[in-house]
């Protein structure tokens, strides 16, 4: 069922984002580093999609390069949460900015099941040859208010980089041993991960709302087995 709920809410994401002309295109990858975040379901997803795709020696190589220390210090959800309880929120994010595994002669390996963070970073100019991404306030809002709808489908499960997600999942289903030369990456990615939490609330200004919240609506009210994705979340 998570898995249908993923579906529905990229191809909706991905709809809605049409009306913008983003400069990216096929080949272009600057953006694909290790320090995507990710919750469990869309672990799952791209899981299953590389044991299916491409099989599990494949996914014991790409696994050995893990990020060695937590790059981010709290989930979507909870710096939603700080923000509107009105606390202080120290943003202390250590972007590692190394090249994807998953990314192969500037291809993604993984693209059908990519998670939503590879699937929302985009720019309206070209980015690169350098310099940051720009992206329209409307895009932001909607693209943080989904990562929050995603955090709440994968509540008290893991979060965190794509590389740590995936190998303690791959190490829990004995895919890749413990005790072999992945010990070290998976204590580390141990360390890493964070818990993803329920959603607290969005943070949508007024500003952009009007653009933001049709697509919200249109998420939360697809129907999966005669029930609304809303219903499912909130388990009706
Ligand atoms: S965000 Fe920038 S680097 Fe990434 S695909 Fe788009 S234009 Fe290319
Ligand atoms: S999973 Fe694919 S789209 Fe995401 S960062 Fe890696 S190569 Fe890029």
Known sequence: MKKQ?????FDRFENWSKQFGFACNKGCAVCCTTDV????????LLLDYILGQHGVDWLS???STIPT??????TTNEYAKACLEG???EVNEKR???VCPLLVENICTVYPARPFSCRCFASIVCCRQGGNALLPPEYLSAATAVSQIIEHLGQFSLWGTLLDVVSLQAAAAGHISDRDRHQESLAAARGNCLTARPLPGFLIEDTVADQVIP???EIFASPIDGR????LLNNR
Do not use: F, Y
């Open 96 to 98: 590692l900015g190394g």
């Open 87 to 89: 606390r202080e929120v």
């Open 228 to 231: 609304s994705v809303e219903d």
């Open 37 to 44: 975040s990710i919750t469990a379901p869309e672990g799952e």
């Open 215 to 217: 697509l919200l609506e």
């Open 5 to 9: 709920i993923l579906e529905i809410i």
């Open 61 to 63: 190589d790409k696994l």
């Open 69 to 74: 220390h937590r790059p981010l210090s709290q």
